[in-house]
């Protein structure tokens, strides 16, 4: 998902990343990095050591790459960081694991505020601090763009990590965390009318996956998971297809309504459509699972649909709404918008 013009944010004085040696600028970064509780040798040699007590590691990466993925003209460094570090968190989260530890590429522009990338540092270790994680290093490079690689690694605690390969016909499909306030956000933010909904702009600037429902899903019988990142239709067929199955999702209106609700306002100041960001938005970073039927549900999450046989004018992949196709576009798609 891209963000476009917005009304600039004011900068802050002083000195500029060219003011500064690059050790002089990881020593404004170092600061505001928490260790993290499996770290055993953080940041200052080549690379980190962290304890790794399952004998297995979870390990993925991302990156946010400016003017494509967030604009400093609304994003601060702190919502950057923030972003950044939560994106790739949910990822762990997904597998069930817990995460343990980030590191972090930084690319940075001459004339950047050196106090914009002390920000990102304050949003990478306040996200990192919800879940005990560390940001344990990584590497510092100039460029003609803000550019922010986050590699993330996870301790499954002795689980089984959850595929999306899992689900079979008959389980529920249950959703932890929101959905459309992201896409409802970016969608102001682009009108310029961002003071309309206050509330959507923070979950598009910050998004709050709820992390802690990956490793609760592990552990309540999840049989499939993941991040929703570019959108319910969009990932829920990414894991139909895994799977070799159809996931049908209930009627919004019914097992939706309050993300519906929560995005309407927004949806009548720019002449959108709820149910188009609600099913086709991303970057909530919510946790789409599925568990066998009859299974209590982990708290957190809710019950969205069933997963079904793949039949002759339903292949495996597929995902219906209230039983039939949706007409909402499903999601972003990086090269083509």
Do not use: K, Y
Not at 61 to 70: A, P
């Amino acid at each position: 998902m891209t963000d476009r013009a917005a009304p600039d944010l004011p900068d802050a004085a002083g000195p500029t990343v060219a003011d500064l040696s690059e050790d002089g600028l990881l020593a404004r970064i170092f600061p505001h990095l928490p260790a993290g509780d499996r770290t055993l040798l953080g940041p200052g040699d080549d690379a980190a050591v962290l304890a790794a007590p399952d004998g297995r590691f979870v390990v993925s990466t991302d990156v946010l790459v400016e003017g494509r993925h967030f604009r400093r003209a609304w994003s601060t460094g702190e919502d950057v960081g923030w972003r950044a570090a939560m994106q790739n968190l949910a990822d762990v989260a997904a597998m069930g694991a817990r995460p343990t530890a980030i590191v972090v590429s930084l690319v940075v522009p001459a004339d950047l505020p050196v106090t914009w990338v002390e920000g990102l540092a304050r949003g990478l270790g306040a996200a990192c601090s919800t879940v005990g994680a560390g940001v344990v290093g990584g590497d510092l490079s100039g460029g003609d763009l803000v550019v922010v690689a986050v590699t993330v690694h996870g301790d499954l605690g002795g689980a089984a990590p959850v595929l999306r390969s899992g689900a079979r016909p008959g389980d529920v499909v249950a959703l932890a965390g929101t959905v459309g306030r992201s896409a409802a956000g970016l969608a102001l933010l682009d009108a310029g009318c961002p003071d309309v909904d206050p509330a959507v702009v923070a979950v598009h600037r910050r998004p709050q996956p709820p992390l802690a429902a990956g490793p609760a899903a592990a552990v309540g019988g999840a049989t499939a998971m993941l991040d929703v990142s570019d959108g319910l239709l969009r990932d829920g067929a990414r894991l139909a297809a895994a799977s070799g199955v159809v996931i049908d999702l209930g009627d919004p209106a019914d097992v939706l309504a309050d993300d519906l609700a929560a995005v309407a306002g927004a949806a009548a100041a720019v002449a959108a459509e709820p149910v188009a960001w609600v099913l086709g938005g991303g970057e909530d970073h919510g946790l789409l699972a599925t568990f066998p039927a009859g299974v209590v549900l982990p708290a957190g999450f809710r019950q969205v649909g069933v997963v079904r046989e793949p039949g002759v004018d339903r292949e495996a992949g597929t995902v219906l709404v209230g039983g039939a196709r949706s007409g909402v576009r499903s999601g972003w798609e990086h090269f083509r918008g």
